[in-house]
């Protein structure tokens, strides 16, 4: 499981989203398939998938192609990140994950910024693949200045994320010279089909899995690592509910965070069933027992 750098600097242990399963791991698989996507999204002909360095931060994926000498080949820093919720602070998001990544990357170069000449950095581009509910069109930018208290229509201080719908029926040409990324929004798609038929989450993605393995999705990846993806699929997609309920419901951004820290503590001093404390802190079952985890992976390490 990889790791997830907070600001701080600490590192995290956390459950993959099913994206960083597909296209953020150290394999020779994932390699290949972040090279197809980094290509189709960027118009390149890349060819080695060694090219690519790979970082996470708060499942973003975080790509930048290998320093030869002193400077990028393409002389670009590109983070990917899938949404499946219109979060319209994306560029506030991106700004802030940027700062850290060119302190990260200043540092790794040896250089500072009290010198008199001028400091060259990587061209940012932050790209949203999105695939929620919310109609979007095929590419939007969102803006930072959307977010100012006071308009300003100078240009001067913005910050962009270029939102990709992913959606069935949006950037089909993306798609298909993407195969990785098709195969997976096929999957995705068919969960949420399931869904709208009545199925329960839990029958939703097994019969989704299976229709992946017998159309050969991802050239057998979920057939090899069906356990892993059922794991994943359930949290995510229950999480993904949660969050939609929580912002139609009108609660404050930092509900989920408060009731997990609750859950934590419940579970810390055993009261209650898994099935109790979800009931109790309003957290679905899935995040719960995750939760719980965590907490036990901390236990044995004290």
């Given at each position: 499981?990889?790791?997830?750098?907070?600001p701080?600097?600490t590192?995290?242990?956390?459950?993959?989203?099913?994206?960083?399963?597909?296209?953020?791991k150290?394999?020779?698989?994932?390699?290949?398939?972040?090279?197809?996507?980094?290509?189709?999204?960027?118009?390149?002909?890349?060819?080695?998938?060694?090219?690519?360095?790979?970082?996470?931060?708060?499942?973003?994926?975080?790509?930048?192609?290998?320093?030869?000498?002193?400077?990028l080949?393409?002389?670009?820093?590109?983070?990917f990140?899938?949404?499946?919720?219109?979060?319209?602070?994306m560029?506030?998001?991106?700004?802030?994950?940027?700062?850290q990544?060119?302190?990260m990357?200043?540092?790794?170069?040896?250089?500072?910024?009290?010198?008199t000449?001028?400091?060259?950095i990587?061209?940012?581009?932050?790209?949203?693949?999105?695939?929620?509910?919310?109609?979007?069109?095929?590419?939007?930018?969102?803006?930072?200045?959307?977010?100012?208290?006071?308009?300003d229509?100078?240009?001067?201080?913005?910050?962009?994320?270029?939102?990709?719908?992913?959606?069935?029926?949006?950037?089909?040409?993306?798609?298909?010279k993407?195969?990785?990324?098709?195969?997976y929004?096929?999957?995705?798609?068919?969960?949420?089909?399931?869904?709208?038929?009545?199925?329960?989450?839990r029958?939703?993605?097994?019969?989704?899995?299976?229709?992946?393995?017998?159309?050969?999705?991802?050239?057998?990846?979920?057939r090899?690592?069906k356990?892993?993806?059922?794991?994943?699929s359930?949290?995510?997609?229950?999480e993904e509910?949660?969050?939609?309920?929580?912002?139609?419901?009108?609660?404050?951004?930092?509900?989920?965070?408060?009731?997990?820290?609750a859950?934590?503590?419940?579970?810390?001093?055993?009261l209650?069933?898994?099935?109790?404390?979800?009931?109790?802190?309003?957290?679905?079952?899935?995040?719960?027992?995750?939760?719980?985890?965590?907490?036990?992976?901390?236990?044995?390490?004290?």
């Amino acid at each position: 499981m990889p790791n997830e750098i907070t600001p701080s600097g600490t590192v995290n242990h956390y459950k993959d989203r099913l994206f960083i399963s597909i296209f953020g791991k150290d394999n020779d698989q994932s390699k290949k398939w972040r090279l197809d996507l980094y290509n189709a999204l960027r118009g390149t002909n890349y060819t080695d998938p060694d090219a690519l360095e790979l970082n996470t931060i708060e499942n973003v994926i975080y790509l930048t192609m290998r320093n030869d000498v002193s400077f990028l080949v393409d002389s670009q820093m590109t983070l990917f990140e899938q949404q499946s919720t219109f979060n319209p602070n994306m560029p506030l998001r991106g700004l802030m994950y940027f700062a850290q990544l060119y302190q990260m990357y200043l540092a790794k170069q040896g250089r500072h910024l009290f010198r008199t000449s001028i400091v060259k950095i990587p061209n940012p581009q932050f790209i949203v693949l999105y695939n929620g509910t919310r109609e979007t069109d095929d590419r939007e930018f969102l803006k930072l200045s959307d977010a100012f208290e006071k308009e300003d229509k100078s240009g001067r201080y913005e910050w962009t994320a270029e939102l990709i719908n992913i959606n069935p029926n949006h950037n089909q040409v993306l798609q298909k010279k993407c195969k990785p990324l098709y195969d997976y929004v096929r999957y995705v798609s068919r969960v949420k089909e399931n869904k709208k038929k009545g199925m329960s989450l839990r029958e939703a993605v097994d019969d989704a899995i299976e229709w992946a393995i017998k159309e050969d999705l991802l050239d057998g990846f979920f057939r090899i690592q069906k356990e892993e993806i059922l794991a994943n699929s359930l949290t995510e997609f229950d999480e993904e509910e949660f969050i939609r309920d929580i912002h139609q419901e009108g609660y404050d951004e930092g509900s989920f965070q408060k009731a997990s820290d609750a859950a934590r503590n419940l579970l810390a001093m055993n009261l209650g069933t898994h099935e109790q404390i979800a009931h109790a802190v309003g957290l679905p079952l899935e995040k719960v027992k995750e939760l719980a985890q965590v907490n036990a992976g901390e236990g044995s390490r004290k």
